[in-house]
């Protein structure tokens, strides 16, 4: 079974910083483009920001320059450096990935549970 598993939600004040973390594991024989997306209440999900397995990156025009992914393929994980947070970066934050499993079968989008980020004005 393949789990992706995010850790360090929580809640900030605006101006503040979180650093989002998204591990993958189980029955994984590559992993390609890794992604985050958020999910505001009452509003679709977005993507945020995705990354190649050669670390290419793309960001939403909303969170250039204060979001940073990156990745550590050892440890099939990505993560998201958010800072100077604002109120509307509230949502949750899902990780995606585009997996090729060891049976060999592949997926363009699993994704983790979510991992709920606050941020207070």
């Known amino acids: 079974q393949v789990q992706l598993v995010e850790s360090g939600g929580g809640l900030v004040q605006a101006g503040g910083s979180l650093r989002l973390s998204c591990a993958a594991s189980?029955?994984?024989?590559?992993?390609?483009?890794m992604a985050w997306y958020r999910q505001a209440p009452g509003k679709q999900r977005e993507l945020v920001a995705t990354i190649t397995s050669g670390r290419s990156t793309n960001y939403a025009n909303s969170v250039k320059g204060r979001f940073t992914i990156s990745r550590d393929n050892a440890k099939n994980t990505v993560y998201l450096q958010m800072n100077s947070l604002k109120p509307e970066d509230t949502a949750v934050y899902y990780c995606?990935?585009?997996?090729?499993?060891?049976?060999?079968?592949?997926?363009?989008?699993?994704w983790g549970q979510g991992t709920q980020v606050t941020v207070s004005s």
């Open positions: 995606a990935a585009s997996l090729i499993f060891e049976s060999g079968r592949s997926t363009n989008n699993y």
């Open positions: 189980g029955s994984i024989f590559s992993i390609n483009t």
